[in-house]
């Protein structure tokens, strides 16, 4: 009896014993854990440098060029003083990504018509830029040039038919020039740029914004754009690739094509002409067209060239890969460096009269087009042959009827196919596009009912027309 109550009370103390270390190593336990893994400390502050903004004209700073490793990153950040669109310009790097952040947010610089680099910076103070390589180490330049500024921006560039292009320099890639424009809204202005040597550029139309004013896709045939709002405008450039480097001289070219002022009035031209020169030079010619139809305008210089052709309106009425149809009487404008040739295809002002048989004849300036009229009538067919080889140049003819309607070409002429519909007297046109050499007479053609008589042609039939005067 007394060895069992020891027993027992032994077992109540090793109870408690047992019951008092689970109580202390539940308390201790926590401890431990902490001491084992300790809070990690706060995420050092990355150390992104301050980077200006550039301005109208000048290139990237000189600390913004970096060379990125593979798979490496960098950061700046720059400062914000007046809120609008900045355009965000890199310089190689092709598999350097480069993103804009205000604070954890990331802005979106991308444009669904014009692409990347259009950032939209509504607020004043701090953001950061990041650059991430996802490739081989990578050297990249890069740029941010707010838009909706003028400082910087060059004197007014005119707009009238005869004044001269502006010829500026790029300082790099990365500068973005700006050029006022002398324009009021509802004008219909063309823009173009090249370099002066190989390169690649681009340019735009813009407001106070910065921003492309102008639609990506035109929703009809004419070119140019008609200025919307109140202005005023200017042009914005950009020359991104200059071959022999930079500074890079570019030229940039802003017409007016309604309402065009300052351009040169040329006379329409006949067969067998010259084409005509004005004094002093003038890139934009207007010509007055008695009546609506069919006619040939082209721009000569060593050959001929068709040119589109505007209405007052500035809208056009004539593209170069499709024949021209003047809607209305009344005058027209062409935009061109060289000497023009416009032809009423109605008139047949110039050409010559011929009988069947051999005719020779001269190109006497470099893109004339000759004329002959025909002896035949209505319904009758013809054959009218050159031959395809021989010293240049070598003529392309071409049959009309004498309202300027299309009858035949080159093939139905050859083969004999060629059936005179229409109205008489019929015209045959000769003409090359020969610039090696693109004058000097051509060899012989003979025009016959069938192609076996033209092949007996022999009777030589020669132009006495020699003497030219200019268009």
């Known amino acids: 009896m007394p060895r069992?109550?020891?027993?027992?009370?032994?077992?109540?103390?090793?109870?408690?014993?047992?019951?008092?270390?689970?109580?202390?190593?539940?308390?201790?336990?926590?401890?431990?854990?902490?001491?084992?893994n300790p809070p990690a400390p706060p995420a050092a502050t990355e150390d992104c440098p301050a980077f200006p903004l550039s301005a109208f004209g000048e290139a990237a700073p000189e600390g913004n060029t970096l060379t990125l490793p593979a798979e490496g990153t960098a950061c700046y950040t720059f400062t914000v003083e007046k809120p609008g669109l900045h355009r965000l310009v890199k310089s190689g790097g092709n598999e350097v990504t480069i993103t804009v952040h205000d604070g954890e947010e990331q802005v979106?610089?991308?444009?669904?018509?014009?692409?990347?680099?259009?950032?939209?910076?509504?607020?004043t103070g701090a953001f950061t830029l990041r650059l991430t390589n996802s490739w081989d180490p990578s050297t990249v330049t890069f740029a941010l040039t707010p838009l909706a500024t003028d400082e910087g921006c060059t004197a007014q560039v005119p707009t009238d038919g005869n004044s001269a292009p502006f010829v500026a320099r790029a300082t790099a890639p990365t500068a973005v020039q700006c050029?006022?424009?002398?324009?009021?809204?509802?004008?219909?202005?063309?823009?173009?740029?090249?370099?002066?040597?190989?390169?690649?550029?681009?340019?735009?139309?813009?407001?106070?914004?910065?921003?492309r004013i102008c639609p990506s896709r035109r929703e009809d045939d004419n070119d140019g754009c008609v200025l919307p709002g109140n202005g005023p405008y200017r042009v914005l450039t950009q020359v991104t690739y200059a071959e022999s480097?930079?500074?890079?001289?570019?030229?940039l070219k802003v017409?007016?094509?309604?309402?065009?002022?300052?351009?040169?009035?040329?006379?329409?031209?006949?067969?067998?002409?010259?084409?005509?020169?004005?004094?002093?030079?003038?890139g934009c010619k207007t010509f007055t067209a008695p009546r609506a139809g069919a006619y040939e305008v082209y721009?000569?210089?060593?050959?001929?060239?068709?040119?589109?052709?505007?209405?007052?309106?500035?809208?056009?009425?004539?593209?170069?890969?499709?024949?021209?149809?003047?809607?209305?009487?009344?005058?027209?404008?062409?935009h061109t460096d060289d000497a023009t040739l416009i032809l009423d295809r109605a008139s047949a002002a110039g050409c010559e009269s011929a009988e069947l048989g051999l005719y020779r004849s001269t190109f006497a300036s470099a893109?004339?087009?000759?004329?002959?009229l025909l002896p035949l009538p209505a319904g009758a067919r013809l054959a009218a042959l050159a031959p395809l080889s021989g010293p240049a140049p070598r003529p392309d003819l071409t049959l009309f009827d004498a309202?300027?309607?299309?009858?035949?070409?080159?093939?139905?002429?050859?083969?004999?196919?060629?059936?005179?519909?229409?109205?008489?007297?019929?015209?045959?046109?000769?003409?090359?596009?020969?610039?090696?050499?693109?004058?000097g007479p051509y060899p012989s053609r003979c025009t016959a009912p069938t192609p076996r008589a033209a092949a007996r042609c022999s009777r030589p039939v020669t132009s006495p027309r020699r003497a030219h005067r200019p268009g």
């Open 255 to 282: 017409r007016r094509i309604s309402d065009p002022v300052g351009c040169t009035h040329v006379p329409l031209n006949t067969y067998n002409s010259a084409p005509t020169k004005v004094t002093p030079a003038s």
């Open 367 to 372: 893109g004339e087009i000759d004329c002959v």
């Open 108 to 123: 979106d610089c991308y444009d669904t018509d014009w692409g990347a680099g259009w950032c939209r910076l509504e607020r």
């Open 179 to 211: 050029a006022r424009l002398d324009a009021k809204p509802g004008e219909r202005l063309t823009n173009t740029v090249t370099t002066t040597g190989y390169g690649q550029s681009t340019s735009w139309i813009t407001d106070g914004t910065g921003a």
């Open 245 to 251: 480097g930079f500074p890079a001289e570019y030229t």
């Open 299 to 334: 721009g000569v210089d060593s050959s001929r060239t068709k040119l589109k052709v505007y209405d007052r309106a500035g809208k056009t009425v004539c593209s170069p890969w499709n024949g021209c149809e003047l809607p209305a009487a009344g005058d027209y404008t062409v």
């Open 403 to 439: 309202r300027g309607a299309y009858v035949c070409g080159s093939d139905g002429l050859s083969d004999g196919t060629c059936a005179l519909t229409g109205t008489a007297p019929f015209r045959l046109q000769a003409s090359t596009d020969s610039a090696d050499p693109a004058t």
């Open 4 to 36: 069992h109550l020891c027993t027992t009370a032994r077992s109540a103390a090793y109870t408690a014993l047992l019951l008092a270390l689970t109580v202390l190593l539940s308390l201790l336990a926590p401890m431990g854990t902490a001491q084992a």
